[in-house]
């Protein structure tokens, strides 16, 4: 018997590391993945769940603010995640977002980005890292905490935005040392979670694994 069908979205170009580690986790656990660009987004395939995976910054003028720091965005991805978003949202979809992943889920729930994070940070590097370096801190009674089983567990970071202004129905499940939002989920939603780190490049630790298997578990 097929898995469910798990959407993972992209640039239309390049990010073949992170999309090739979530495709290969999602098979792990049974499901079957497909990669889905911008070149698809006026014929979205359907799914039974769908990842989100990280990039490039997600435009400011999406919640209403002007650009702070120098533009590198993808209008393309933008419009195709937007989409894909909303299809999983009216469906009921279970989702995760990785990275840029979260930070659209929340614009499209109607919140806000911190643009530039530099100018927050007091007790944690702003260095870009693939490695564990950062502690988080997961929020008592959260979907988070019973899917990772760990309080503290290790995260990298390779951001330099974040979730400001929380969307409709989210709640913060997850913060660093400087109280930055490093994981959102959805109050009522069967799986309806977002990471600010990349537990795709952190597959050798289990609670990170567990994202992937809580997301394909979820699948009705």
């Not at 660093?176 to 959805?186: L, M, P, S, T």
């Not at 567990?210 to 979820?218: P, Q």
Request: hydrophobic share 40%.
């Amino acid at each position: 018997m097929a898995g469910p069908v798990v959407a993972v979205t992209g640039p239309e170009r390049g990010a073949v590391g992170p999309r090739t580690l979530v495709a290969l986790i999602l098979k792990w656990y049974g499901a079957e993945p497909v990669q889905v660009r911008p070149r698809h987004r006026d014929s979205l395939p359907e799914f039974d769940a769908v990842v989100v995976t990280g990039g490039h910054d997600v435009q400011p003028v999406l919640y209403g603010a002007e650009p702070e720091v120098k533009p590198k965005y993808d209008p393309d991805r933008d419009e195709l995640e937007k989409r894909v978003i909303h299809k999983a949202l009216a469906e009921g979809r279970p989702l995760l977002g990785i990275c840029r992943g979260a930070q659209l889920l929340n614009v499209c729930l109607g919140g806000t980005l911190v643009q530039d994070l530099r100018l927050h940070r007091r007790h944690t590097s702003h260095r870009r890292t693939l490695l564990p370096l950062k502690a988080l801190q997961v929020e008592q009674r959260t979907r988070l905490l019973s899917i990772m089983g760990e309080e503290h567990p290790s995260i990298n970071s390779l951001h330099n935005q974040a979730i400001d202004r929380l969307g409709r129905d989210l709640r913060v499940s997850g913060r660093d040392r400087d109280g930055i939002v490093q994981a959102v989920e959805k109050f009522g939603s069967p799986f309806l979670v977002g990471v600010q780190w990349h537990p795709e490049f952190l597959l050798y630790s289990a609670p990170h694994r567990r994202l992937f298997k809580a997301l394909v578990e979820s699948v009705s």
